[in-house]
Nanobody
Framework: QVHIAESGGGVAPPGGSLRLSCQAS????????MGWYRQAPGKPRGLVAR???????TYGDDIEGRFTISVDAAENTALLQMSMLKPEDTGVYSC??????????WGQGTQVTVSS
């Protein structure tokens, strides 16, 4: 059983910053990838950032240069540092874990609202 817990969402003004944390726990054989996805109101869920272990990060459109993802595979954690936030960054941010056995797990999500 694997549990994913996200934290760090909230409200920030345009141009502000937030940091999201993702902690995976349970029986995890190894981590192949961790990532963050976002679902804005009325839109499908889309990629924010992800890292396959041993590779460089991949970022969604209009994300790179503003957000930075980091993963600690030994601690089963993923961080998303978000800066220069825009109103269109508003949404529910969910953490995904892909294990080394290619099983996928998702957290419940954390709300991020960018508004003045």
């Amino acid at each position: 059983q694997v549990h994913i817990a996200e934290s760090g969402g909230g409200v920030a003004p345009p141009g502000g910053s937030l940091r999201l944390s993702c902690q995976a726990s349970g029986t995890i054989p190894g981590i192949a990838m961790m990532g963050w996805y976002r679902q804005a109101p009325g839109k499908p869920r889309g990629l924010v950032a992800r890292i396959f272990i041993g590779q460089t990060p991949t970022y969604g459109d209009d994300i790179e240069g503003r957000f930075t993802i980091s993963v600690d595979a030994a601690e089963n954690t993923a961080l998303l540092q978000m800066s220069m936030l825009k109103p269109e960054d508003t949404g529910v941010y969910s953490c995904q874990l892909m294990t080394s056995t290619f099983n996928n797990y998702w957290g419940q999500g954390t709300q991020v609202t960018v508004s003045s």
